[in-house]
């Protein structure tokens, strides 16, 4: 195995996940809009094709490097630190080798589930961690066979495959909700795709549609990603990409006046700027149309005919991040904040209190670790503590520390309402270490509630809820579900407070008015005379509702 032979596995692997992605995004044990498994393990890769695709030497150990270390900047949510981390291991393995043979293949990839195994700080059997390592003594029965490079691979897959049927049985979480591991299921899926980009010319990869038998006879690797067949048929052929930056913040139309421009369409939006990404036939008017909300920026325009007829190419890489500096703090401490955070009304809240960077992201958005890397990076302090406000992107946010110079703390804030709460600890004269302790003891203090809904059909508390039905979560853990928003609002009020409790503060999201609002809060202080109630904008997505209670 060489160097050609990786690269071609990786850009074939990137195209093969990109058809995957959706399935394994489905695979979400609760019926609530944060299935991104699939998103973050694609965008970690795009990261690493991205890397990879630069590379023009012969030695599989420097590709390897490279790839493992943009597929780590490029990681999102645990699921892509994760795949990072085997990237990571895969290229100590490989280190200062031109060619490998399948045992030093297998060799590598133990090396991968170590580092895998390591980046969890309580692994949990049952997820992609137990695939990994299954198929990691696949690859090792196979060599001690006599099997070759295909032989090593289709051994994997075999052992994966077994191993993700079993992850149903030992989490009780995917037990109950019917499914298998997501992870789990992605790295099966990148396995297959390294097989099927070996197997098979890029040309084929690209127009790949429906799963066909494996072939017996394998190709000359040298004729694999080299496309004879006629170019790509395609409507909207031209990948338009830029960020939009206006003062006014309003964005309210833009996707929709978008929306018949092209497809693939993505818009994500923060106070002062906004990501466009789409396919388009037209982009004049998809210039046009983004004029009218504020100035341009970063333009990218691709012509994907090109693309396919350069074979080694990527998808381009469809970021949903944006960074946002803190500029209105008015006195700098000698630590640094950074959080995460969506939503206009919650980066103001955020801004206020003092932190310096905000970074764009939260549920189904997960940044990514150079996003963080970035913003601690910008801050003018040499130590920082990060608030990633969801438990998805604590993975993420450990990985800065290895990244950057600066003395970095994560705070493992698993909701907005305990970021909040934390940064009302925080003391400008403070030192790291004091800060880090008394925000730590901030967050404890809070408990959040979340109003959404559902994205599938489930049966929660021996109630059937359907797409479309008002989900109450407390913390992590869905408490009501019901047809009416208003309802299912008090019903989660009344599960989550206690008599013990003196505040309870509603931030209401971009898809609630604030009269509406007004009236929910209205009925709580009349069921709770003697509560505070505050009303906030958050301006959210996702969550009509946020509660944060004290």
């Known amino acids: 195995m060489n160097a050609n032979d990786f690269k071609k596995m990786i850009l074939g692997a990137n195209h093969f996940f990109e058809r995957k992605k959706e399935s394994i995004n489905a695979l979400n044990v609760f019926p609530v809009p944060d299935g991104d498994t699939g998103t973050n393990m694609s965008m970690t890769l795009k990261a690493a094709v991205e890397g990879s695709i630069q590379y023009k030497g012969q030695s599989i150990g420097e590709l390897s490097e490279i790839v493992a270390s943009n597929a780590l900047m490029g990681a999102r949510g645990n699921s892509g630190v994760i795949l990072s981390q085997i990237f990571k291991g895969l290229a100590r393995g490989l280190r200062n080798k031109d060619t490998i043979s399948p045992a030093e293949l297998s060799k590598a990839f133990q090396y991968g589930v170590v580092y895998a195994y390591k980046a969890v700080s309580k692994p949990v059997e049952g997820t992609i961690l137990t695939v990994a390592r299954e198929m990691a003594r696949g690859i090792r029965r196979a060599v001690v066979k006599g099997g070759n490079l295909y032989d090593s691979i289709e051994e994997a897959i075999e052992s994966g495959k077994e191993a993700l049927e079993k992850t149903t049985e ?16 992605g790295l099966l899926v990148f396995f297959e795709g390294c097989l099927f980009a070996l197997k098979r010319s890029f040309n084929e990869i690209m127009t790949y549609k429906e799963k066909e038998p494996r072939e017996k006879a394998v190709p000359d690797a040298d004729s694999v990603f080299q496309s004879t067949a006629e170019p790509l048929d395609l409507d909207y052929p031209y990948c338009t990409e830029m960020i939009i930056k206006s003062d006014s913040g309003y964005f309210g139309s833009l996707k929709e006046n978008l929306a018949s421009c092209g497809d693939s369409l993505l818009v994500v939006t923060d106070s002062r700027a906004a990501k466009i990404h789409i396919h388009t036939a037209c982009p004049d008017l998809v210039l046009q149309t983004a004029l009218q909300y504020g100035t341009l920026h970063d333009i990218k325009i691709e012509n994907m005919h090109d693309q396919h007829k350069e074979a080694f190419a990527p998808t381009p890489a469809i970021e949903n991040t944006i960074i946002l500096p803190g500029d209105n703090r008015q006195e700098k401490g000698a630590v640094g904040i950074v959080a995460v955070s969506f939503g206009k009304g919650f980066r103001e809240v955020f801004l206020s209190l003092g932190v310096d960077e905000v970074v764009f ?31 998805n992107i604590i993975m993420v946010a450990e990985q800065v520390k290895i990244l950057t110079d600066k003395k970095v703390e994560v705070l493992e804030t698993r909701s907005l309402p305990e970021g909040i709460s934390a940064l009302l600890a925080y003391r400008t004269a403070a030192t790291l270490e004091d800060n880090f302790a008394s925000m730590q003891q901030g967050a404890g203090r809070v408990k959040t509630g979340l109003v959404t809904f559902a994205t599938r059909d489930a049966l929660i508390n021996d109630r059937e809820v359907a797409p479309g039905h008002y989900l109450g979560l407390s913390g992590e853990d869905i408490v009501t579900a019901g047809q009416d928003l208003y309802c299912a609002a008090l019903d989660l009020a009344r599960e989550i407070l206690k008599p013990e409790n003196d505040i309870i503060t509603v931030f209401y999201g971009e898809d609630v008015k604030r009269a509406e609002a007004s009236n929910l809060v209205s009925a709580l202080e009349d069921l709770y005379p003697e509560l ?11 969550y009509y509702y946020v509660f944060s209670v004290e």
């Not at 109950?176 to 299921?185: P, S």
């Not at 505070?532 to 996702?542: C, N």
């Open 361 to 391: 992201g939260g549920q189904t958005m997960n940044p990514k670790v150079e996003d963080l890397v970035n913003a601690v990076d910008n801050l003018t302090q040499e130590a920082a503590i990060i608030l990633p406000n969801n438990k």
């Open 170 to 185: 030992m989490l009780p979480v995917l037990k109950k909700a019917g499914v298998v591991d997501a992870g789990g299921l």
């Open 532 to 542: 505070e109630v505050e009303l906030q904008y958050g301006g959210q997505p996702l």
